[in-house]
């Protein structure tokens, strides 16, 4: 039987995001969910490089530091390993999109049996804010000043809708951080995606649009604002692949 936390598993304490950051949100949403579904003392993480790799000062839980971009290989061996584990992939979109891709791609193809929880700021925030496979056209990076050719560079990946379209994975979605009606959207699908690996139905997806203020070079208010009117006309919300019943 599973040990009831006598403190919340989202222990008040500082965290080491920047102020106005969308991670911080997320792990908040990802501790309810866990807690509703009796399971935040029964989780491990595989967490990306990244700000991601953040999510170890907020949360206290089992969890392992994955080589950059593998955490999609790394959880696929924890949850074969500890079937009755909850495991939940922490990357952010450099980490999953960019330098893990393959290892990203491969486990919705083969339909492992956990979640990845992806937080799309479009760029690579923990470096500086390079150019990431999520960094809009147009947008001016460290390593895009004049701003992102997507001639050259290709398009910015839309995972959840690849995975929903052309794999046989159980759930894919994606929520945003930017309002309050969107991250109470964002909750109901977290906790979707870990019913589903909860009732062993396979692989489960939510991307997240989070903001970077930071290497946005904008007010946590502005960033949140760039959110709705620049990301979310081009990364849609959604659920893209629903679970059966449901
Ligand atoms: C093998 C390797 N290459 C490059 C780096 C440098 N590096 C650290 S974090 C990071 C990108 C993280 O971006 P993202 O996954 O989008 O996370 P964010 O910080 O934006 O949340 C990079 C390239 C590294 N740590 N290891
Ligand atoms: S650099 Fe960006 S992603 Fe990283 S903690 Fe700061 S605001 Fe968040
Ligand atoms: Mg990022």
Redesign the pocket.
Same mark, same amino acid.
């Given at each position: 039987m599973t040990k009831k936390r006598v403190v919340p598993y989202l222990i008040d304490r500082p965290m080491g995001f920047c102020p106005g950051c969308g991670?911080g949100i997320v792990l908040r949403l990802i501790a309810k969910c866990l807690e509703e579904l009796g399971q935040d003392n029964n989780v491990i993480y595989g967490i990306?490089?990244?700000? $991601?790799s953040l999510l170890g000062g907020g949360l206290e839980a089992d969890r392992l530091h994955c080589s950059?971009g593998r955490a999609g290989a790394v959880c696929t061996a924890m949850k074969r390993v500890n079937p009755d584990n909850m495991v939940i992939a922490y990357?952010?979109?450099?980490?999953?999109y960019s330098?893990g891709l393959a290892e990203t791609n491969s486990a919705a193809y083969r339909n492992e049996n956990f979640t990845a929880i992806i937080?799309n700021?479009t760029?690579?925030?923990?470096?500086g804010g390079?150019m $990431?496979n999520t960094t809009m056209p147009g947008q001016k990076t460290a390593t895009s000043p004049l701003g992102r050719n997507c001639e050259v560079t290709g398009y910015p990946i839309k995972f959840p809708e690849l995975a929903a379209s052309q794999y046989n994975v159980a759930y894919a979605a994606r929520g945003s951080v930017s309002t309050p009606a969107h991250i109470n959207k964002l909750k109901s699908y977290i906790k979707n995606a870990f019913e589903a690996q909860l009732n062993g139905e396979g692989y489960s997806v939510v991307e997240v649009l989070s903001a970077?203020p930071t290497n946005w070079g904008m007010s946590a208010k502005d960033a949140m604002e760039r959110i709705d009117k620049e990301l979310i006309p081009y990364f849609s919300l959604g659920e893209f692949k629903t679970r059966e019943g449901k």
């Open positions: 991670h990306g490089v990244g700000c $991601s950059h990357q952010g979109d450099g980490d999953a330098i937080i700021n760029n690579y925030g923990m470096t390079q $990431s970077c």
